[in-house]
């Protein structure tokens, strides 16, 4: 074997070893990224799942007003106290 065969074999030998720890750095980096999204995602529907309960049990009519479409979501209480069904009112401004 030639000096220079050596030298490219260790120095490939180099270069596998430190990708395949940067490949597993970044598998375990990525994996903690996607966990913690997962963990934020849940935690907003159990919120979202509380709220809706709060808002049941209070018996309040709530609406709300999503400025950047322009649309607007009235509860089913808030149209029950208007005198209007669920489906009787629309989800828009002009409501």
Partial sequence: MRET???TAVILGLILLLTSGAGVAWWRRDRA???????VSSARLEDERRWKL??????DGVW???LD????????QWKAMLGYG??????????
Avoid: K, P, Y
């Fill in 86 to 95: 669920d489906m009787d009112l629309g989800n828009d401004l002009d409501t």
């Fill in 33 to 39: 990224r996607a966990l913690a999204a997962a963990r």
């Fill in 64 to 66: 709300d007003w999503h």
């Fill in 54 to 59: 709060a808002l049941d049990g209070a018996g």
């Fill in 5 to 7: 065969d050596w030298v």
């Fill in 69 to 76: 479409s322009e649309r607007v979501e009235f509860s089913q």
